[in-house]
């Protein structure tokens, strides 16, 4: 993935310093038709998805397709047969149900390194929690920086607050915390 989206970030820097060099109308042609902007897309099946960096959900798509045998050569979509060119006029052509697990990430990520765990999560997916290291993606929120399933997620807030009152660890949750309610303690 890292070589992939480094060659097609210097594609786009070569192009741009070429561009800067011709007069002015060319060199806006060339910017708006010839290098269309890369940005970050998820493609994948109800299970999995992966990153493309891509200037079309259609581009991520054919690459996913491409590098995982998902094409209608690979399998045809009306007999499940291989190499079916009585229903496919292009055998290279993505499976149709790829689009349906496709989506488009926030235009302003960055195109230089992959989307983060946050993004993944505002984006709406799951990812492995990054506690309990299970490497099953689920359900996650961000918490202090770090993806945290629900039952981690209980675990770090409780802990912060035990920090935050100077609760011994270990001491259950749901004790009733009168120190805070009433007086304060006093030490002479
Ligand atoms: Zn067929
Ligand atoms: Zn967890």
Known sequence: MGQMSRRGFLGRSTALAVSAMMPIPKAMALVAQDTPALRWFAV?????????????????????AEENGYTVGDECPDCGE??????????????????DYSFAFDSRLPVDREPSLAEWIKAG?????????????????MFQGQALCEECLQEART????????????????????LWHGEPARHA
């Open 44 to 64: 994948g099946d109800d299970e999995f998805l992966w990153p493309y960096l891509s200037t079309s959900m259609e581009g991520a798509i054919r690459q996913h």
């Open 82 to 99: 291989m190499s079916c060119t009585d229903h496919n006029a292009d055998l290279s052509a993505p499976l149709p149900w790829l689009e």
């Open 125 to 141: 997916c799951n990812v492995p929690c990054e506690a309990c290291d299970y490497g099953e993606p689920t359900e996650c929120r």
């Open 159 to 178: 802990e912060r607050l035990d920090r935050m009152v100077g609760t011994q660890p270990g001491t259950p949750t749901n004790q009733p915390r009168w």
